[in-house]
C-alpha cells in the first residue's frame, strides 16, 4: 500500500511538473565552428533544438557564421516553441496541424494543446505553399515527386491531393524553398507521418467516407526582410495565433460533408 502511495505521488508530480510553464528564455548568437566542435559542445538533444531554433538542418545550420543559442537549456522541445501552448481554434479537433509561414514553423495541436513543433521549409516566393484549411490525406514511407522522378521524398503525408502537395522529410536551407511542399527535419517528419490521421475513403476509394488531420496554413513569408528568428528580440516573444483564422478555405470538419 505504501509503495502504491509513493508511485500515485511520483505520477502526480510529475503531472504537475508536465503542466508548469518555463520561465522566459533568453538567446545568444554563437559562432558556428564545425560539426567536430558541435558535437562536443552539444548533446544530441541540444543539437536538434538548435536546429529547429535557427530553422536548419544540420548541414545548413554549418553554413553559418552565427547561430541562435538559448541561454537556458530544457529537455523538453515545446519550451522552445515559438507558437502558443494552447490555441482556442484548435480545441475544436482531436488533432490539428497548423503551419505558420512568416515564421517557417509547423505547429500539431491536440484538443487545443501544443504537442510538436518544428522548423518548416515551404515554396520559394516562385511557387508559394498556399495558404487556407486543408485535410491530411493519404500517406507513403517513400514518395518520389510528380515534379521531378529524381527526388525521393522521404514520410511523405499529402494534403493537397490535386497538386500533390505534402509534408515531408527534406533539407531545410533556413528559408523557403520548395516547389510548394512543405519540409521537415527527419524527426518531425517521421512523427507527423506516424501521428497523423489519414483520410478514409469507401471501398471503391471514390467516396470520401472521413476527413483526415486538419491542417491551417497561415501567412505569407517576407522574402525582403531579414528572417524573425534571427533577432534575439524576437524570439522571447510568442506568435499570436488569430482566435478565428482570416482564411477563404476555412470549411467545417464535418466527415459526412467533405
Not at 503525408?157 to 519540409?183: D, K, M, T, V
Not at 517521421?190 to 491542417?215: M, S
Not at 496554413?217 to 522571447?236: C, H, K, M, T, V
Request: charged share 20%.
Amino acid at each position: 500500500m505504501r509503495f502504491l502511495v509513493v508511485l500515485n505521488l511520483t505520477c502526480w508530480a510529475a503531472v504537475i511538473a508536465a503542466q508548469t510553464p518555463y520561465p522566459p528564455i533568453t538567446y545568444h548568437l554563437a559562432p558556428v565552428q564545425g560539426i567536430k566542435a558541435l558535437r562536443t559542445r552539444y548533446s544530441s538533444q541540444e543539437l536538434i533544438i538548435l536546429q529547429k531554433l535557427n530553422r536548419r538542418d544540420l548541414d545548413h545550420l554549418l553554413r553559418l557564421k552565427e547561430m541562435v543559442v538559448p541561454d537556458q537549456w530544457y529537455y523538453n522541445e515545446l519550451a522552445y516553441s515559438p507558437l502558443p501552448d494552447t490555441w482556442s481554434w484548435a480545441e475544436q479537433y482531436p488533432k490539428a496541424i497548423i503551419v505558420h509561414q512568416p515564421d517557417q514553423v509547423f505547429g500539431a495541436y491536440e484538443n487545443g494543446r501544443l504537442v510538436r513543433w518544428g522548423p518548416v521549409s515551404t515554396g520559394r516566393k516562385a511557387a508559394p505553399t498556399p495558404t487556407g484549411l486543408y485535410n491530411l490525406k493519404w500517406k507513403a514511407k517513400v514518395h518520389i515527386s510528380t515534379d521531378n522522378d529524381e527526388w525521393r521524398l522521404p514520410w511523405y503525408f499529402n494534403f493537397i491531393n490535386f497538386r500533390g502537395l505534402g509534408f515531408h522529410q527534406y533539407e531545410l536551407p533556413g528559408y523557403p524553398a520548395s516547389h510548394a511542399c512543405i519540409r521537415l527535419l527527419e524527426g518531425d517528419a517521421l512523427w507527423i507521418y506516424g501521428w497523423g490521421e489519414q483520410w478514409t475513403l469507401d471501398a471503391k476509394r471514390e467516396t470520401l467516407v472521413q476527413l483526415g488531420t486538419p491542417v491551417l496554413i497561415l501567412g505569407q513569408y517576407d522574402f525582403n526582410a531579414q528572417p524573425p528568428w534571427r533577432s534575439i528580440e524576437y524570439l522571447i516573444h510568442r506568435i499570436v495565433l488569430p482566435a478565428i483564422p482570416d482564411t477563404q478555405r476555412i470549411i467545417p470538419f464535418n466527415p459526412q460533408k467533405p
